[in-house]
């Protein structure tokens, strides 16, 4: 949640205050040279060739949405984590760190791992078995084109809302610590995304990403580690902190026992079932911006192994944005306070103005470019696909030979980066966009869950019901949070508090209106359910529209015991508990 992993979020912050990317210091404008920007230069052109490298592979539609289901699980894993690695999530989630401590590592061990192990080992069968080119036409499969459509229609604008997001946060960063205009950097930054999507489709996208992921970790692991030993190392840092801050900074569950104040204004029941279960289960299981991925994949194993290879990085890149926001803490007294003269978002650009030397500095921008970069291409990649396949093949132009198609989704693309650039200035009126952000997903992401997962696991859910629990969802989601909470009706501590409530509301609103259309209305007939409903049997396909498919046998290599989609799956949620440990208790 982009993390819940949930992208990150410091939604907890009140809309007044200045930890946003809105507010970088000015004083934070780096010392770069011809040598910082010459790597930059040789990063895009590597960008762009790979675009019309992957061009040449693009004939048909599912070559330009799919990759031709072709790619390897490695190279879809690490696609999938740098998806969602965008650069919101390095500043966000540092800023988080230097504001409220251990408490970050909540977004990946539980907000994430749980989810994306779920996603690996029971949802995916469903979608790859199923042959559909996205989430929304799962849907249709298994409700009808009410729900179909009512999904599709809400994720494309969420995807574009998001891309948004991504746009305007390298803008300001970009413009703090080099000095480019606003527009410069957003007009840039979408002129590459849409030449090397518009060449490649999802392969240039995808291959991209991978490349993305590795210049991400070579700005990341530098700026760590410096920072780590700048601070006198673990027990420097953490002796600092304790003293400035308290234990429980340190700490992942101190201060969330129920009725504690704490300044997440959250405790560990919402924790869990907020961020832990609905938040992170409604994203990672129904963002098609990262299913796309998995669904690119070359074979069902691969698709499974998809998120379960890009579970284990993600477990650890935790460290390398929780460890630079508790260096800016320990390092600047009362960093974030106005006496210290940064904001809590300055963490990142803090350790790279200070201990940076220029070369690794170039390295440093390009990596924080990169990541921005990744998070828009991933949504605008979901978008032309979810678009030109969902509504207009389906509802507007029908029947028409595969190359119209093509070119279709490569005009839609430019219509959606150039749309993704309007909705840039629109988040530009947030004061806090990791806010607004995490506010996207309570209103998107949770309703979709819900009713995925009421509709593969009940029979009985009738085909009306996918529609009237998807809009009963959002509604709900959206009234808790605009009505309830903003109007001061319900008193909640927090936005990050206020989100937790408005995804419960959200997923219990759509679970309930699920089953009591389900009561009155006819289910769908059984025969039309296999290979779509836990514990149902895949039917043969047939041409035409996407239909239940085939139990494939693994492919050669796959049987080996290293690939075995559970034994990665648990390995990485035992992984993450055992994280946990030295975290919950004080150090």
Not at 264 to 292: D, H, K, M, P, R
Request: proline share 5%; charged share 10%.
């Amino acid at each position: 949640m982009q993390t819940p992993t949930i992208s990150p979020t410091l939604s907890s912050i009140s809309p007044t205050s200045p930890a946003s990317p809105t507010y970088l210091a000015a004083e934070l404008r780096l010392p770069t040279n011809w040598l910082d920007y010459t790597l930059l230069g040789i990063y895009f052109v590597v960008v762009l060739g790979i675009g019309f490298a992957a061009r040449r592979s693009v004939q048909t539609t599912l070559d330009f949405f799919l990759s031709g289901r072709s790619l390897p699980a490695w190279v879809t894993g690490l696609a999938f984590i740098s998806a969602n690695l965008a650069a919101t999530e390095i500043l966000g989630m540092a800023a988080n760190s230097a504001q409220y401590g251990a408490y970050t590592v909540h977004w990946y061990w539980i907000g994430a791992i749980p989810a994306m192990v779920f996603l690996g080992l029971v949802m995916m069968p469903f979608y790859y078995g199923s042959k559909v080119r996205s989430v929304p036409e799962f849907l249709l499969l298994r409700f009808d084109k009410w729900a179909h459509l009512l999904s599709s229609i809400l994720f494309g604008f969420a995807a574009i809302l998001i891309a948004g997001v991504n746009l305007y946060a390298l803008a300001i960063v970009v413009e703090a610590l080099l000095g480019w205009p606003q527009w410069v950097a957003i007009v840039v930054a979408g002129f590459f995304v849409l030449a090397y999507i518009t060449l490649g489709g999802l392969s240039s996208a995808i291959y991209n990403e991978v490349l993305q992921f590795f210049v991400i970790l070579a700005a990341l692991i530098p700026i760590t580690v410096l920072a780590l030993k700048k601070a006198g190392g673990w027990d420097g840092l953490t002796d600092k902190l304790t003293e400035a801050h308290g234990d429980n900074f340190v700490t992942a569950w101190g201060g969330t026992g129920i009725g504690e104040a704490n300044p997440l204004g959250a405790n560990w029941l919402t924790i869990v079932l907020g961020l832990g279960f609905v938040l992170s289960f409604g994203y990672w299981t129904t963002n098609f911006a990262e299913v796309q991925r998995a669904l690119s994949a070359k074979n069902l194993s691969a698709a499974q192994r998809t998120p379960l290879i890009a579970a284990f990085p993600k477990i650890f890149i935790v460290f390398l944005v929780m460890i630079p926001g508790l260096a800016a803490a320990a390092l600047v007294p009362g960093f974030g306070t106005q006496e210290s003269g940064y904001q809590y978002n300055d963490a990142i650009p803090y350790l790279m103005e200070g201990l940076l030397p220029n070369g690794v500095l170039g390295i440093a921008v390009t990596g924080l470019l990169a990541a921005f970069m990744a998070g828009m291409a991933a949504n605008v990649s979901s978008f032309n696909t979810v678009f030109t396949t969902d509504i207009w093949a389906k509802y507007v132009v029908k029947d028409r030979e595969d190359s119209y198609y093509v070119r279709f989704g490569r005009l839609i693309t430019a219509i959606g980066v150039m749309a993704s650039i309007g909705t840039a200035f629109l988040a530009s009126s947030f004061s806090n966009i990791m806010s607004y952000l995490q506010t996207l997903f309570s209103f998107f992401n949770v309703p979709m869950f819900v009713v995925f997962i009421v509709g593969m696991f009940w029979k009985r859910a009738s085909m009306r019901s996918g529609f009237w629990g998807l809009l009963a969802g959002t509604t709900a989601a959206m009234v808790n949070y605009f009505v309830l909470y903003k109007q001061d009706v319900i008193s909640i501590p927090s936005d990050q508090g206020a989100n937790f409530v408005s995804a419960i509301a959200g997923f219990v609103a759509g679970a309930v209106v699920m089953v009591a259309v389900s009561l009155f209305t006819a289910p769908k007939p059984a025969e039309e359910l296999q290979g779509l409903v836990y514990g149902t049997l895949p039917q043969t396909s047939s041409g035409g529209t996407p239909t239940p498919g085939t139990a494939e046998p693994p492919a050669p290599g796959d049987e080996a015991w290293y690939r075995k989609p559970a034994l990665l799956g648990w390995g990485a949620v035992v992984l993450a508990a055992a994280c946990y440990i030295p975290f919950s208790f004080s150090l």
